[in-house]
């Protein structure tokens, strides 16, 4: 999801659960760079391996953003006995993509996942599900194309359909800042605009820098694509309550994409699990990442045993 989003006036920013001196995406994991296929080339992921008694985790990135989101909770994870398995979406960081904008709208990118979740289900079993923002949408198409393929769905700072208010802004100037200077113009703009939040100059410099690196690595045509994809989606709530699968809806309590208040009446229409993630904004996982792993695991560990 696009960094730095103006705060809004009636909603103070939460005090982050975030040391100054976290590196956060660059937190220790141990995990190993793999290759994975997709429907459209291969795609980068973090595997933490080994056989997953407690389960396997499939984790999907949102927008601009990649695998390293899930970082400070791999190594926990791995710890308790999950496999867990984060991939960059095809266009993002380590994952090349298409030319073509249109080969970026939820359907085809959740195919790439659906391509990854069979390929797991033949190594540890099917997996858990878990989808940051964009990848919430893009995880959700996942299940409705093949609710069996997954034992739950985990919806992180995601919402129920398009995305809307002031981040909607920064996308309308995407189109032309990537006309008139491409994906560096794009970058250098953002940056400026994040150093006029206190919460992102408290970011430490290297991963300022990652965050930097990263970003000018994103596929123009997937910036493109994916925002529209974003912009546009439908409310498929409804459909998503009728396959059955499991979905856990967590948030940070200050997330400034989808309001906390929207994300709840969506788990209140799936009849789901809701949790609220303290200390959070939009990035749960870095944000307050010992908290999200007990949201995470009470979760999972909570399932009958057949989606287990």
């Given at each position: 999801?696009?960094p730095?989003s103006?705060?809004?006036?009636?909603?103070?920013?939460?005090?982050?659960?975030?040391?100054?001196?976290?590196?956060r995406?660059?937190?220790?994991h141990?995990?190993?760079?793999?290759?994975?296929?997709?429907r459209?080339?291969?795609l980068?992921?973090?595997?933490?391996g080994?056989p997953?008694p407690?389960?396997?985790?499939?984790?999907?990135?949102?927008?601009?953003g990649?695998k390293?989101?899930?970082?400070?909770?791999?190594?926990p994870?791995?710890?308790?006995?999950?496999?867990?398995?984060?991939?960059d979406?095809?266009?993002?960081?380590?994952?090349?993509?298409?030319?073509?904008?249109?080969?970026?709208?939820?359907?085809?990118?959740?195919?790439?996942?659906?391509?990854?979740?069979?390929?797991?289900?033949g190594?540890?079993g099917?997996?858990?599900?878990?989808?940051?923002?964009?990848?919430?949408?893009?995880?959700?198409?996942?299940?409705?194309?093949?609710?069996?393929?997954?034992?739950?769905?985990?919806?992180?700072g995601?919402?129920?359909a398009?995305?809307?208010?002031p981040?909607v802004?920064?996308?309308?100037?995407?189109?032309p800042l990537?006309?008139?200077g491409g994906?560096?113009?794009?970058?250098?703009?953002?940056?400026?605009?994040?150093?006029?939040?206190p919460?992102?100059?408290?970011v430490?410099a290297?991963?300022?820098?990652?965050?930097?690196?990263?970003f000018?690595?994103?596929?123009?045509a997937?910036l493109r694509?994916?925002?529209?994809a974003?912009?546009?989606?439908?409310?498929?709530?409804?459909?998503?309550?009728?396959?059955?699968?499991?979905?856990?809806?967590?948030?940070?309590?200050?997330?400034?994409?989808?309001?906390p208040?929207?994300?709840?009446?969506?788990?209140?229409?799936?009849?789901?699990r809701?949790?609220?993630v303290p200390?959070a904004?939009?990035?749960?996982?870095?944000?307050?990442?010992?908290?999200?792993?007990?949201?995470?695991e009470?979760?999972?560990?909570?399932?009958?045993?057949?989606?287990?």
């Amino acid at each position: 999801m696009l960094p730095g989003s103006p705060e809004t006036p009636d909603r103070p920013a939460p005090v982050l659960a975030v040391a100054p001196d976290d590196l956060r995406q660059l937190a220790d994991h141990d995990a190993t760079l793999r290759t994975l296929p997709g429907r459209a080339g291969p795609l980068a992921a973090l595997d933490t391996g080994g056989p997953g008694p407690s389960g396997t985790v499939l984790m999907v990135a949102g927008y601009t953003g990649s695998k390293e989101d899930f970082a400070p909770l791999l190594a926990p994870l791995a710890a308790d006995g999950f496999r867990v398995v984060a991939v960059d979406q095809r266009g993002q960081f380590e994952s090349p993509g298409p030319d073509d904008p249109a080969a970026y709208s939820v359907p085809e990118l959740a195919a790439d996942v659906l391509a990854v979740a069979h390929l797991l289900a033949g190594e540890t079993g099917p997996p858990h599900l878990l989808g940051h923002s964009f990848g919430g949408l893009v995880a959700r198409a996942a299940v409705l194309a093949d609710p069996a393929a997954f034992r739950s769905l985990t919806l992180l700072g995601s919402g129920p359909a398009a995305l809307t208010g002031p981040r909607v802004e920064l996308l309308d100037h995407l189109g032309p800042l990537l006309d008139a200077g491409g994906v560096e113009l794009v970058s250098a703009t953002l940056e400026q605009l994040a150093m006029t939040d206190p919460r992102a100059r408290a970011v430490p410099a290297p991963t300022r820098a990652f965050y930097t690196r990263r970003f000018l690595r994103n596929t123009a045509a997937g910036l493109r694509g994916m925002a529209d994809a974003m912009t546009t989606e439908p409310d498929r709530v409804a459909e998503l309550a009728a396959t059955g699968v499991p979905v856990l809806v967590a948030h940070g309590e200050g997330d400034d994409a989808w309001p906390p208040a929207v994300q709840a009446d969506m788990a209140a229409r799936l009849g789901a699990r809701h949790e609220v993630v303290p200390g959070a904004v939009h990035s749960p996982a870095v944000e307050n990442a010992p908290h999200t792993l007990k949201v995470l695991e009470s979760f999972w560990s909570a399932l009958p045993a057949a989606a287990r």
